[in-house]
């Protein structure tokens, strides 16, 4: 069975970190398109961060460069997303996502996103 499943939310002050964990089950990470995405109160689900794992490269929002970190572990077949110096405009449910096989690019990947997992709440207050 094709299973995301992210872990790692929580609440935390403004300036601290958090790490979310997403952990594919299924079909290997190491062949695949895998995309964070999140969504806020009363905003649009957007994209945070990508990882093409064909040719390792790693595509960010311009509201998270220089804060968040994508990364994988292919032993674990599980993907990270480190998030520093978190803001309010933060908090949100956040989701890893990943296309078909063939979708070999992030740029493509947006409009084939099939396979989700059930998200996790990431809350930045003080």
């Known amino acids: 069975q094709v299973q995301l499943v992210e872990s790692g939310g929580g609440l935390v002050q403004p300036g601290g970190s958090l790490r979310l964990s997403c952990e594919a089950s299924?079909?290997?990470?190491?062949?695949?398109?895998i995309a964070w995405l999140r969504q806020g109160p009363g905003k649009e689900r957007e994209g945070v961060s990508c990882l093409n794992s064909f040719t390792g490269r790693a595509d960010y929002v311009d509201s998270v460069k220089g804060r968040f970190t994508i990364s994988r572990d292919n032993a674990k077949n599980m993907v990270y997303l480190q998030m520093n110096s978190l803001k309010p405009e933060d908090t949100g449910v956040y989701y890893c996502?990943?296309?078909?096989?063939?979708?070999?690019?992030?740029?493509?990947?947006?409009?084939?996103?099939?396979?989700w997992g059930q998200g996790t709440l990431v809350t930045v207050s003080s």
């Open positions: 299924g079909f290997n990470l190491d062949d695949s398109i």
């Open positions: 996502a990943a296309p078909p096989p063939e979708i070999r690019s992030c740029t493509q990947a947006g409009g084939y996103l099939t396979i």
